[in-house]
């Protein structure tokens, strides 16, 4: 997962969306209380997009590990070496039980709030695991693995999901939402279930070096900084099991991004205790829905603008050039409201290429429309993935706005006529696109 979706999620309505550990959680949480399916754009820092849930978690994310566009980072020959040792001591683990902290301290704009959480997680390979995550109004989390089946279960809604458990199980054979919130909770936890944590760590960064070593319960524990474009991640390991014990993220330069002028602290920290091989047993990881509690089941309702005449726009690309609605008439073409920050359009953006590299033989236009980012930051994002796919400069989210493109990914499929087909609402939802795009192509 890289890190500018981890960079993203805090337990507050400070941020839009990106930073941090976890993309997934806030939209896990929102949609179990509020139907909310995606990340949304934020107008400001002090305010998330969307509605904030009572455990505010953030997007993602339907991140999705093994289709996140990705960059070989420049790699210290130092930073090499500690990361082969943290991959030896997550490689190969039949049991782990953890426990720890959270805490953010944010001064952003006037704007001060302290957050608080406390974790404890249980793993036992191949397939079980449980976490349970509290913040400090009581909120609580609970995701984990019987061994047949994945759940996930919100206390403040009072709502629970459930997915079909492989035999031998993955971060990536998990709901991209649940993995992405595993990630921001507990990302030793993570690491443990990822197929290679030296290399999961530092998915998305640009630059990995060893930091001086941090000091931990009176132990110098090595340490690793990550550089991304959104700020630096420190991790720190137990110089002995090289496994995770401290992680801090610096949000300073993230804020800045997104537009807050005066930021006198926006960091998170989080502690960790873990042990490897630990004794368990099967009743750790029994789970029942508790008493009166709903299974959540997705409702899309249809949204107002499909039948209706797709609004008309002219938005400039990135070599400055202006592409006009009406240039468009005749033709089956999609828009894609995304942004860097946002894991779910990261994760979705390389599938929506594949569809626009196999139909636009057939006619199909494909554009990108990045929401309020600047063009060096888009254009990074394009060279790093080498997407094909147009991208266009929606840098006052105006079209978004006529879009009603209030989560992103939003995903609007236009046909021969001019009318909107389709309306795709978060990611993951590559073949239902496929298919509405196969069928405008074949409308006379």
Same mark, same amino acid.
């Given at each position: ?52 849930? *009572? &455990? /505010? @978690?953030?997007?993602?994310?339907? #991140? ?5 566009? !990705? %960059?070989?980072? $420049? ?114 936890? *993570? &690491? /443990? @279930?990822?197929?290679?944590?030296? #290399? ?5 960064? !640009? %630059?990995?070096? $060893? ?234």
């Amino acid at each position: 997962m890289a890190w500018s979706d981890r960079m993203g999620l805090v337990r507050s309505g400070l941020m839009p969306g990106v930073l941090a550990v976890a993309v997934g959680t806030w939209m896990l949480a929102g949609a179990l209380r509020a139907d909310e399916p995606a990340t949304q754009p934020a107008a400001t820092t002090q305010e998330s997009a969307a509605t904030q849930p *009572a &455990l /505010a @978690m953030e997007p993602a994310p339907s #991140t999705e590990p093994s289709t996140q566009p !990705s %960059t070989q980072p $420049v790699v210290t020959s130092a930073a090499a070496a500690l990361l082969a040792q943290i991959r030896s001591g997550y490689s190969g683990i039949k049991t782990l039980v953890l426990e720890g902290t959270q805490n953010g301290h944010f001064d952003v704009d006037g704007h001060q709030e302290e957050q608080h959480s406390d974790f404890t997680s249980t793993y036992q390979s191949p397939n079980k695991f449980q976490l349970e995550s509290k913040d400090k109004t009581g909120g609580t989390l609970a995701i984990g693995s019987t061994g047949e089946k994945v759940y996930l279960y919100d206390a403040a809604s009072h709502r629970y999901k459930l997915f079909d458990a492989k035999p031998k199980l993955t971060l990536d054979d998990l709901d991209p939402q649940v993995a992405s919130a595993i990630r921001h909770e507990d990302l030793s936890l *993570a &690491l /443990a @279930m990822t197929l290679d944590a030296g #290399t999961d760590l530092i998915d998305g960064a !640009s %630059t990995v070096d $060893v930091a001086p070593d941090t000091t931990i319960d009176a132990v110098a524990c090595p340490t690793l900084r990550i550089g991304t474009e959104m700020g630096d991640i420190l991790v720190s390991f137990d110089p002995a099991t090289h496994l995770l014990r401290r992680q801090s993220q610096d949000f300073t330069k993230f804020m800045h991004m997104r537009g807050a002028q005066v930021v006198k602290q926006a960091a998170i920290v989080a502690d960790f205790k873990v042990k490897a091989d630990a004794k368990v047993t099967d009743d750790q990881f029994a789970w029942a829905p508790p008493a009166g509690a709903t299974e959540f089941h997705e409702q899309k309702e249809p949204s107002s603008l499909e039948g209706a005449a797709a609004p008309a726009f002219e938005l400039k690309g990135m070599d400055d050039k202006a592409v006009k609605s009406d240039d468009l008439k005749g033709s089956v073409y999609v828009l894609d409201f995304w942004a860097t920050w946002c894991g779910p359009c990261r994760a979705a953006l390389p599938k929506l290429d594949e569809i626009y590299q196999s139909k636009k033989a057939d006619g199909l236009k494909v554009f990108a429309v990045n929401l309020q980012e600047d063009k060096d930051t888009a254009a990074k994002f394009v060279a790093a993935t080498h997407l094909a796919i147009p991208v266009l400069l929606d840098t006052d989210a105006k079209v978004a706005e006529s879009y009603e493109a209030s989560a992103i990914p939003e995903t609007v499929l236009v046909g021969k006529d001019g009318k909107v087909r389709k309306v795709f609402v978060g990611g993951g939802q590559d073949k239902e696109i496929l298919a509405a795009v196969e069928a405008a192509l074949a409308e006379k």
